[in-house]
């Protein structure tokens, strides 16, 4: 197992009022993102544990990626990895942001 | 085989956990207990090296249900196979220590709702699982004693399997659909102990036949028997509200009689086509082949108790 954190800067901060929301499941080859409205406007903070080592850097390219595309400023997205695929990370990022900013 | 009018329903089978919870409660009233933001988790897992989750597989709350206040537990069968552990066996147990000291209160609530979804106890912290599923026993009955039903609704991938299938037998009223599945050893676990030929766990429709939902509901394991989708199991927790069995005596010893001429009529069958053939019913070798209307009209001929 491995746990690091990785920080970003995102352009502007996430829309919606949400302050927290949960998305997929601890299960093998998939992962649980708890997502919190804690952080100042556009800082972008995860906490990574997985169960995978060695994968650090595709952790911090798909994440560099994801804060480009969607600019979540402002939430902290912490992180249960067992040995999701890098596409599997990314959608469930995405999910997460989509249902943060939907969430009353 | 899923019926053609629900195959575009959200599946019981195929949801999470939370989705399930979602689907089956009035629209926005769950209150979880012990979210996810609270963290409460396993500290077992890290020794491991293994990931935590956030709700340790339990997510424990209230809502409403038609209108009616319910407590709900809901395993995530996904998550190391929906295993009881120490801190996912705390949260059942405080809930229904919560629901049998509320009653008579505001909070008091008129059902609670076990989505069961496990394998039995987590292996890496075993001891503590056991002792969580006798404590979950105790609370469940605790619980009806007090005059709340718990009614259990499984229709989940990992089954009802170890402790989950004896906390399921203790419960009010059990609803399950046909990917339901309910017993104590798992399939794998009696092959490794007793061979292949006592029971071969990569025959699925071995598995299915003597544990799936259809056999459990025919010989009287389970109550009531629901299609595959969210909304069926939302109307059937709905319906079956207010008839569950007195917790009594007598209701102890009429399934006591019951299960003592089952054994007596069917003790001797060997697999379940057997036991449908013996107790009269036309095709005993389709009953899993037919689909869920079928099926259900069936149970309805000949009531859903054996």
């Given at each position: 197992?491995?746990?690091?954190t990785i920080r970003a800067q ?25 997502l919190e409205?804690t952080e100042p406007?556009?800082t972008v903070v995860v906490d990574v ?14 994440i ?8 979540p400023g402002g939430v902290r997205f912490s ?26 | ?306």
């Amino acid at each position: 197992m491995e746990k690091f954190t990785i920080r970003a800067q995102a352009r502007t901060s996430l829309p919606g009022r949400g302050k927290q929301a949960i998305v997929g499941v601890v299960a093998s080859g998939n992962l649980e993102i708890l997502l919190e409205r804690t952080e100042p406007d556009q800082t972008v903070v995860v906490d990574v544990v997985t169960s995978a080592r060695g994968f650090q850097t595709v952790w911090e390219a798909v994440i560099a990626d994801f804060v480009t595309r969607s600019s979540p400023g402002g939430v902290r997205f912490s992180i249960h990895d067992n040995g999701a695929r890098p596409d599997t990370v990314m959608l469930r990022l995405m999910q997460g942001v989509n249902v943060l900013e939907k969430t009353a | 085989m899923i019926p053609e009018e629900i195959i575009h329903q959200p599946s019981w089978y195929e949801s999470s956990a939370r989705a399930r919870i979602v689907g089956l409660l009035d629209t926005d009233t769950f209150a979880e207990i012990l979210g996810p933001a609270d963290r409460v988790m396993s500290p077992h897992l890290d020794l491991f090296d293994l990931p935590p989750a956030f709700d340790d597989g339990m997510i424990i709350g209230r809502g409403k249900l038609a209108g009616r206040a319910v407590a709900v537990a809901a395993q995530e069968g996904q998550f190391m196979g929906g295993t009881f552990a120490e801190v996912s066996g705390a949260k059942l147990v405080g809930l229904l220590r919560a629901v049998t000291a509320a009653v008579g209160t505001a909070s008091a609530v008129t059902s609670v709702l076990l989505l069961l979804d496990t394998g039995g106890v987590r292996l890496q912290e075993a001891n503590a699982g056991e002792m969580a599923v006798s404590e979950i026993i105790r609370a469940v009955l605790d619980t009806r004693r007090a005059g709340v039903p718990v009614i259990a609704l499984i229709g989940g991938r990992a089954g009802a399997f170890g402790g989950g299938g004896i906390v399921t037998a203790c419960c009010s009223h059990v609803v399950i659909s046909e990917q339901g599945r309910i017993s104590v050893t798992g399939p794998e676990v009696i092959e490794t102990n007793q061979g292949a030929e006592e029971f071969d766990s990569r025959d699925r429709a071995l598995v299915w036949r003597i544990t799936g939902g259809r056999s459990r509901v025919l010989l009287g394991g389970a109550d009531s028997y629901v299609k595959g989708d969210i909304a069926g199991f939302r109307e059937m927790a709905i319906r079956v509200h207010n008839t569950v069995p007195a917790f009594s005596p007598e209701t102890m010893m009429m399934e006591q009689d019951r299960l003592k001429k089952r054994l007596e009529f069917y003790g001797d069958c060997t697999d379940t086509p057997e036991i449908w053939s013996r107790a009269g019913l036309s095709d005993p070798d389709k009953i899993y082949e037919i689909d869920d209307d079928a099926f259900l009209a069936l149970l309805s001929q000949k009531g859903s108790r054996s």
